[in-house]
C-alpha cells in the first residue's frame, strides 16, 4: 500500500452547513487545525434558499447564500483548513479512524465530526425538478415570503407540512394542502389546527400528478388516488413537505442511527456510539432544524472533540 497519500489530522469535520462551519471556526480557536471536507453542496441547505431573517445578529437579514460564505470566511480566518472534497467511505473500527475522499484520498483522524446535513425529500416529478426555485420550494419558512397574497399548494401530511401549511395560511390568500391518504400523519394538535384554517382547504387520498407551468409555477394538476380524476388548480407556489433523508449513509454500520438515519447523540452532546466521533446539526436533529440550532450543536461538538482529544493526550 502506498503510504504516501495518507494524511493524519487531528480533527476532521465533514460536513460545511452552519454546524461544519462552527464547529470548525471553534475547533480552531481550540488548535485543533481541523480539515473540513465540504461534501457534494458547499455550504448546505441554505444555499438552496433566499432571506435568512432569523439568524440572530443579522438585524436587517442576509441572503442564505452569502451567510455561508460568511460562516466560511470566518472559519478560513481562525485557520481551518477548508477543502473541496466528498467523503466517500469509513472505517471507524480502531484509532485514528479512516475517512476517504472521493474515494481516493486516506484521512486518518483522530476525532472526527459528523456534520452532514439532511437533504430535502423530492416527489421525483420532472416538472417539480424544472421549477425547483421558480415556484417549487422545500421550504415554506424560506420562501413562503414571495407568495404574499397568492395562492399556494403544499404537499405532505406530517408535522412539517403542517407547520408550514399554517405559516403559508398567515401569507397567502389561500393553501391547498395534498394528503396522499385519507389521514394525517401529523400530531393531533396540528391537525386539529390546520382543519381549523378557513384557507387552508385539505385535498385527500390525492397525489401531485404534475406541477404546471412554463418559466414559473401557474398550478398543479391532482389525481385522487380513489376515482381517479385529475383536477387542475391555479397556484403560484407548489411546497413539498414530504420528510428529510439525513445524510448518513456512509456511517450505516459503524454509528448508532434512528430507524430513518438520523445520527443517536448522548443527550446533552454531541457523543455518538464511537468514543472520538462526534455529529452535529441536522444529521442528528429530526426536531428543530434550524442554522441557529445547527450552529450551536457545531459547537458543541468541537468542545467535546477538544475535550476528548485533551484527555488522550493527543496534541
Ligand atoms: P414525516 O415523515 O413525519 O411526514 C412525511 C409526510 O409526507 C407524511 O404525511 C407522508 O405521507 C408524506 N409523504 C411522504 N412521501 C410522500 C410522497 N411521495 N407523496 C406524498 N406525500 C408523501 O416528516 P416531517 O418532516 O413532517 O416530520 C419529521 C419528524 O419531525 C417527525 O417526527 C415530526 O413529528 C417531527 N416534527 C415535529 C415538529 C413539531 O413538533 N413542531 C415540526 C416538524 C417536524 P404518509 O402519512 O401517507 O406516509
Redesign the pocket.
Known sequence: MDTSAIETVKCLIIGSGPAGYTAAIYASRANLAPVLYQGIQPGGQLTITTEVENYPGYADGVQGPEMMVHFEKQAARMGADIRYGIATRVDLSAQPYRVWIDDEKEIHAHAVIIATGASA?W??LESEQRLNGHGVSACAVCDGFFFRGKDVAI?????????EALYLSKLCTHVHM????D?????KV?QDRVLATPNITIHWNS??DEVLGGQNVEGVRLRNNQSGDLTEIAVSGFF?????QPNSDIFKGWIDMDE?GYILTVPGSSRTNVEGVFAAGDVQD??Y?QAVTAAGSGCMAALDAERYLGAKGVH
Open positions: 425529500k416527489l421525483g404537499v405532505g401530511a406530517g408535522d412539517t407540512a403542517a407547520e395534498v394528503v396522499r391518504r389521514r394525517m400523519r401529523a400530531s396540528m397525489e401531485t413539498v413537505a414530504i420528510g428529510h430513518a429530526k426536531t432544524r
